[in-house]
C-alpha cells in the first residue's frame, strides 16, 4: 500500500492524501492551498488522474481541506465524496460561495484587460471552478453520521468519529485490507465550544496513524482569561461610548462570540444596553446551518468566570438552549450590502463582519468608518496570516489603505488568540495517547509548519513513539 502526502505536508492548508492498494484509490480531503506562499500550488495539474480516483472522504468542511473538491470534479473525477451530514450543509454553502468570489475576481480581470463586455459571455482566465463545478461536486456528496461504519468498496471500510473542531468535523478509521490507518482530520480543544470534543477512548487499534500538528509546541491560553480578556474590551469600550468592531470568521468563531455575547448580557456580564449587529451573509447562513444540527451541541459549556457590573462573579455556562442557542433580541442581522452600506450604528454597538483576517467583505467599511475614532475598538478574535491586512494592524499599523483611502487606526487594538478551535500540544498528545495501541507502527505529522510538527515530533519520540514529517508529495510503503 503506498501513501501519499499530496498537501499539508510541511505547510498548513491543502490537506490531501492519497492511498493506493491493489484494485482502491482514494483520498482523504482535497483542500485549498492558502496563502501567499503556497497559492501558486492550487493552480497546477493534480499530481494524479482525478478519473482514477475511486471515491473521497471528507474531514470537515473548511476551505483547506475541501476547496479543490470542485477542481478535482471539473478534471474528471466521478466518485462518490463521503462526510457527515453537518460537513455536507458546511461545504455547500464555503464551495458554492468560494465559486461565486472566483467568477466575480475573472471578471474583474476581464475588466482590467477590457476585454470584457457586458452583453458578451466573458471568457474565464484563472479560475480553478465555477459554480457549475461546485454544484456538481454537492452532487457526489454521501453523507454518513459520526460513529456509524460504512464499506465504500468490498476490501474498504471506514467510520468518521468525532475530533471537535467544528461542527460536523471528524476523525477517519480506514480499513484497507486488513490495514488500518487513522486520519485525525482536524483536531478541536478539550474545552472545545459548540460541539462535543473528541473521544477520550477508542477501540480502533491503527497501524499508522496521520495527524495535524499546527500547534506542536503550543500551549492555549484557558477559557476563563481569553473570556475575561474579551469581556474588559467590551466593556471598556462600552463605558467609552465606543463601538466594537469585531473581524470574524463565518464558521464556529462566529458562533462562539454570539453565544458569549448571548450568555454575557444574560448574566449582567456586559454593561449598559448593546446592540449586537452581524453584518456577514455568510456567517448567518452558517449559523442557521449551526442551529440546524442542535443535536450536535455540547451541553453546560463553561466560558468560565466574569465579575459582573455589580462585582458579582458569574459562571459563564451555556445551558441547554437548543436551536435558539445563538438567538437573542439584542442581536440583528444585517442581509443585503446597501442596509450594510446604510448601517449607522448607535454607539455601544458591537459589530461582527467577515472576512475574518480583513481581506475583503463588509468588515472593510466598518474598519474605515470606526478605525479612526480613539473611543472605538477593534477586537481581533482569530488567527491572523502574515501579509493580511488584519496582521498589519495588530502587528500595530498606525495608517492602512482601504479601497484606496488612507484610513487612520486610533482606534484601540486587541488580539485575543484563545479562541483557538485547534488542539493545542497537550491536547495533541492526549489525543495520540488515546489513539495509540499495539498495532501502532508509525505516526505522520502533517497540516503545520515544519518547525510546530518538529516541536511536536520531539515530545512524541519523548514517549517512545516514531514520529516522521513528511515533505509533499512524499510516498511511503506501508
Ligand atoms: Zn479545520
Ligand atoms: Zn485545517
Excluded at 492558502?34 to 495539474?45: F, I, M, R, T, Y
Excluded at 477542481?71 to 465524496?81: A, D, E, S
Excluded at 468518521?160 to 482536524?186: Q, W
Excluded at 442581509?335 to 475574518?356: F, V
Aim: with cysteine.
Amino acid at each position: 500500500m503506498q501513501l501519499i502526502f499530496r498537501g499539508a505536508a510541511k505547510t498548513v492548508t491543502g490537506s490531501c492524501y492519497q492511498i493506493q492498494d491493489e484494485g482502491v484509490n482514494i483520498l482523504v480531503d482535497c483542500g485549498m492551498f492558502q496563502g501567499s506562499d503556497v497559492e501558486d500550488l492550487n493552480s497546477k495539474p493534480f499530481a494524479f488522474d482525478p478519473k482514477s480516483i475511486d471515491f473521497v472522504l471528507l474531514t470537515h468542511a473548511h476551505m483547506d481541506h475541501c476547496g479543490l473538491l470542485p477542481k478535482l470534479v471539473r478534471q474528471g473525477f466521478t466518485g462518490k465524496i463521503y462526510l457527515t451530514p453537518p460537513t455536507s450543509a458546511l461545504a455547500e454553502l464555503v464551495l458554492l460561495d468560494s465559486a461565486k468570489i472566483q467568477e466575480i475576481e475573472s471578471r474583474k480581470n476581464s475588466n482590467n484587460k477590457h476585454i470584457y463586455s457586458e452583453s458578451m459571455p466573458f471568457e474565464m482566465h484563472n479560475i480553478l471552478y465555477d459554480t457549475i463545478d461546485a454544484q456538481n461536486t454537492i452532487s457526489r456528496f454521501v453523507t454518513k453520521n459520526l460513529g456509524d461504519g460504512f464499506m465504500p468498496m468490498s476490501n474498504v471500510s471506514v467510520r468518521f468519529v468525532p475530533a471537535g473542531h467544528i461542527l460536523g468535523a471528524a476523525s477517519i478509521e480506514i480499513v484497507i485490507n486488513n490495514t488500518k490507518l487513522l486520519f485525525s482530520g482536524d483536531l478541536g480543544r478539550i474545552d472545545q465550544s459548540i460541539v462535543n470534543p473528541f473521544s477520550n477512548s477508542s477501540d480502533f487499534d491503527p497501524d499508522y496513524i496521520i495527524m495535524e500538528s499546527l500547534y506542536g509546541g503550543i500551549t492555549h491560553q484557558d477559557r476563563e482569561s481569553t473570556t475575561n480578556m474579551f469581556l474588559n474590551s467590551v466593556n471598556n469600550t462600552i463605558e467609552r461610548d465606543g463601538n466594537v468592531i469585531i473581524p470574524s470568521f463565518a464558521i464556529h468563531r462566529t458562533q462562539e462570540i454570539l453565544e458569549l455575547l448571548k450568555i454575557s448580557i444574560t448574566s449582567s456580564c456586559i454593561k449598559g444596553n448593546v446592540q449586537i449587529i452581524l453584518d456577514s451573509p455568510m456567517a448567518s447562513r452558517a449559523t442557521r446551518i449551526y442551529t440546524q444540527f442542535a443535536s450536535y451541541f455540547n451541553r453546560n459549556f463553561s466560558y468560565g468566570e466574569y465579575s459582573n457590573e455589580n462585582g458579582v462573579k458569574k459562571s459563564l455556562v451555556i445551558g441547554d438552549y437548543g436551536s435558539s442557542r445563538f438567538d437573542f433580541d439584542e442581536l440583528r442581522y444585517i442581509r443585503t450590502a446597501k442596509q450594510s452600506l446604510r448601517l449607522k450604528a448607535s454607539s455601544r454597538s458591537i459589530i461582527i463582519a467577515g472576512s475574518g483576517m480583513v481581506e475583503g467583505g463588509r468588515i472593510l467599511q466598518h474598519v474605515a468608518s470606526y478605525a479612526p475614532k480613539s473611543r472605538n475598538s477593534l477586537l481581533f478574535v482569530g488567527y491572523q496570516a502574515e501579509g493580511t491586512l488584519g496582521r498589519a494592524i495588530v502587528d500595530g499599523a498606525k495608517v492602512v489603505k482601504i479601497n484606496k483611502r488612507d484610513i487612520d487606526i486610533n482606534s484601540q487594538v486587541e488580539y485575543i488568540r484563545g479562541f483557538s478551535a485547534h488542539a493545542d500540544e497537550p491536547t495533541l498528545l492526549l489525543w495520540l495517547n488515546v489513539q495509540a495501541k499495539s498495532s501502532l507502527k508509525q505516526v505522520f505529522l502533517v497540516h503545520a509548519e515544519e518547525s510546530q510538527s518538529k516541536m511536536l515530533q520531539n515530545s512524541i519520540v519523548a514517549e517512545g513513539r516514531n514520529a516522521i514529517i513528511p515533505d509533499l508529495n512524499e510516498s511511503h510503503t506501508l
